[in-house]
């Protein structure tokens, strides 16, 4: 997939007809975008993976024109065993510096063209096997954030306080009382924790609001009266 200077929208109107649960995994041959989903927010250049999923809101910018070899898999296959994850997933981004993630170039480049050639079998085991390298470059970048949070990995990196954490922010989005007190109180936790979520997902609050409510601006000012 080529494409040109563009912001790819994918708005909840218009994710409401999709069936299943997919991952959407772009491989950046060349360019640069931004991938925002769950309030985070992936920029990706020549050689990353991002991971998202198809049916939560997502805006894809791209920044300079990009080839992109795109995969969806459903979200069953992509966690295999792990599906236990499957309301926890989180949008990552897997660097182009990663062995595995090179490991995944060359397929793309070596094997993925002689898939025409292939028994139906051959293309079947190959299959499994890029399948299984994409599921260990998402697992990677996991690792990477949670390194990030050092010993207390564990307690500040939770997924599922993440997603709370977001949504009780697009729902309060334009309350100017909206601060990290607020945040903490909503969610029964401490302002340390709050502000130790947004460190593991190296992001800082007072950014992502401003960043979340300049979106819903342009949204605003986008939809028809």
Known sequence: MRL???DVRHESAHLRELTGD???????????ATVTQQGRVLPFSKGDITFRRARVPSVARIDEPASLVMLRLPITRFLGYLVSRHASFTPYRADAASGIV??????IDSVLPAF???SS??????EESLVALISAAYLEAGDRIHAKCGEDTPRCFNPLRWSQLTAYIAANL?????DVESCASALGVS??????????MGMQYGKYLLEQRLVRCHDDLASPM
Do not use: S
């Open 4 to 6: 040109g200077h563009q």
């Open 22 to 32: 997919d991952v959407i995994v772009p491989v950046a041959l060349d360019g640069k």
């Open 102 to 107: 090179g490991t995944i170039h060359r397929f």
């Open 116 to 118: 025409a050639h292939m």
């Open 121 to 126: 079998a051959t293309v079947a085991a190959a």
């Open 174 to 178: 334009r309350d100017p009382e909206l």
């Open 191 to 200: 302002k340390r924790y709050i502000h130790a979520i947004f460190k593991a």
